[in-house]
């Protein structure tokens, strides 16, 4: 079975500085999605970022970027010019790419809580 | 607006009562799921559902149940067996396979034992 891990249940970063989010998964697959997803205190899911496994450029989105190393099976997630509205818990999901028939739901990590100072 | 609506916000179940959570989408999703979030758990998966009339156990089945008739509803009761029913209930939905994979989320329910 598929397993996420986000080893950082808490994070601080100030205003206009960068901060990088770890998570690490296990997988025997080769073809799979990584996604990161945002729920600020209003606790709306807000997906993030996401990325192919069979891609080998890094996913970009404005100040987000991940840093995803496939042999190594980690998927980080770097906030540039951190704003006081990224402020969340920032969670990282697994999805398997051709689930046919069976589940084709995302695994997540437990989260890490991320702060902002301004 | 496409989306996913969840209702209620917030929910008060009395011990030994039945509850249902609502989860209706209009963006002609597939695939629905229900989650369920604890402090400190992430999200763990309840049911989830490929299509209309049929869903599958998730990894923490125990104490609820689902139904699918329409495609845009996929209603989650919790009954008196779920014996730690107090979190917050999370509803998504997605494309099926071969399409994009990024799942959609509802506001959510938050459910109290009183």
């Known amino acids: 079975a598929q397993t996420v891990t986000q080893s950082q249940p808490e994070m601080s970063v100030q205003e206009a500085e960068t901060v990088t989010l770890s998570c690490t998964y296990d997988?025997?697959?080769?073809?799979?999605?990584l996604f990161w997803y945002k729920q600020p205190p209003s606790r709306q899911m807000i997906l993030v970022i996401r990325q192919e496994a069979y891609k080998q450029q890094n996913a970009t989105e404005n100040r987000f970027s991940v840093n995803f190393q496939k042999a190594a099976k980690s998927f980080s997630l770097k906030i540039s010019d951190s704003q006081l509205g990224d402020a969340a818990m920032y969670f990282c999901?697994?999805?398997?790419?051709?689930?046919?028939?069976?589940?084709?739901?995302?695994?997540f990590g437990k989260g890490t809580k991320l702060s902002v100072k301004p | 607006d496409g989306g996913i609506t969840q209702s209620p916000k917030y929910l008060f179940r009395k011990e030994g009562q039945n509850v249902t959570l609502s989860c209706e989408q209009n963006?002609?999703?597939?695939?629905m799921y229900w989650y369920r979030q604890d402090p400190g758990q992430g999200l763990r998966l309840i049911y989830y559902?490929?299509?209309?009339?049929d869903f599958q156990k998730g990894d923490i089945a125990e104490g609820y149940s689902v139904s699918r008739e329409k495609k845009e509803s996929f209603p989650l009761t919790v009954t008196s067996a779920q014996k730690n029913p107090t979190a917050f209930y999370l509803c998504?939905?997605?494309w099926g396979p071969g399409q994009r994979t990024e799942a959609f989320f509802g506001q959510g329910t938050r459910l109290t034992v009183v």
């Open positions: 998504a939905s997605s």
């Open positions: 559902s490929q299509i209309v009339n």
């Open positions: 963006l002609n999703h597939d695939a």
């Open positions: 999901a697994y999805r398997r790419q051709n689930y046919g028939g069976s589940q084709g739901n995302l695994i």
């Open positions: 997988t025997s697959e080769s073809d799979y999605y």
